[in-house]
């Protein structure tokens, strides 16, 4: 059994990313659970809340669930070209006191869907460098970009694509095997 701590990068209701984390979850294969993790209540970081009332709840509860998960699955949104601010800012906050230790040599996968011609891409890319500076251990043996999303994703926002539903299996299965012994 192996444990993956899953974070969508919107707050919004209707987010593909949020219906592509809750997809993930359903078609894990057995002995894989996505654990979905919520950046929704965190704040906008500033380092004199931080040292004024240290790590927020929010902040505090991803950072235990990272040290307890076997892995990271990050499900990015693309904004301009990058990483939506909302999704940065939480990554920073948990990188923060301790939360920093649980980064190292972590095992992290990146996927991703936009309403455009190329499923995040850019997102993703731009995700490297920050998960080469938190030392994690980037995986690189599969890719799930979901262009078009609105042709894949119901107004529930349930991924209703029988083939990338299929693909997501086969990527976490991949991901999970290149880390368990
Ligand atoms: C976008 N969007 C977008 N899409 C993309 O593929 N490349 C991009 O560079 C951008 N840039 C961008 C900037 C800003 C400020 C916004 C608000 C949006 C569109 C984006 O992919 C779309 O809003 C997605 O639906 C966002 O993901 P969620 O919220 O559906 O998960």
New binding site residues.
């Given amino acids: 059994m192996t444990t993956i701590l899953g974070l969508?990068?919107?707050?919004?209701r209707?987010?593909?990313?949020?219906?592509?984390l809750r997809a993930a979850a359903e078609v894990a294969p057995a002995g894989i659970t996505i654990e979905l993790g919520s950046i929704d209540d965190v704040p906008l970081y500033n380092g004199d809340l931080e040292d004024a009332e240290g790590l927020p709840a929010s902040v505090q509860r991803l950072q235990g669930q990272l040290r307890d998960a076997d892995a990271l699955l990050l499900?990015t949104?693309?904004?301009?070209?990058?990483i939506?601010g909302v999704f940065k800012n939480a990554i920073d906050w948990m990188s923060r006191g301790e939360g920093l230790a649980h980064f190292r040599e972590k095992p992290v996968a990146v996927i991703?869907?936009?309403?455009?011609?190329?499923?995040?891409i850019?997102?993703q890319n731009h995700w490297n460098q920050v998960l080469r500076r938190l030392n994690t251990q980037p995986w690189f043996g599969g890719q799930v970009m979901v262009?078009r999303?609105g042709t894949h994703f119901d107004a529930e926002?349930n991924l209703v694509s029988e083939d990338l539903r299929v693909q997501l299996a086969t990527f976490l299965d991949g991901f999970a095997a290149s880390y368990r012994k």
């Avoid at 969508?8 to 919004?12: T, Y």
């Fill in positions: 969508a990068g919107s707050l919004r209707a987010s593909y990313n949020r219906g592509l499900v949104p693309e904004y301009n070209g990058g939506p991703g869907a936009s309403p455009g011609g190329f499923g995040t850019l997102s262009s999303a926002r």
